[in-house]
């Protein structure tokens, strides 16, 4: 997973597809760099992130019980779509690019 940590916000990039297969180790390896890094914000880079099952929402919202406040930025119209659907654009933030 790559990810970056600059002035207290933690960007992880997200790609490929999410799946049952392996939101289990994604949840797992972004918590612990939430509990290593200790960010005041998250925001899950998205603009490579083909698809997401429900267990990779179910991934992204046990994130956001973590951390205030979290973005999901640059996801595709469909992904986009998927969090609209779910109703989790009242959970975390969405933003485009």
Do not use: W
């Amino acid at each position: 997973m790559n990810y970056s940590m600059e002035n207290s916000q933690l960007t992880i990039c997200l790609d490929g597809k999410i799946t049952a297969a392996n939101a289990p180790q994604l949840s797992k390896d972004a918590m612990g760099l939430i509990a290593k890094e200790h960010p005041t914000s998250v925001v899950l880079d998205a603009s490579s992130l083909e698809y997401i099952s429900s267990a990779g929402l179910r991934a992204v919202v046990n994130l956001a019980k973590s951390v205030e406040n979290i973005t999901i930025q640059g996801a595709s119209p469909e992904v986009h779509e998927v969090f609209y659907l779910t109703g989790l654009d009242h959970i975390v933030r969405l933003e485009e690019g």
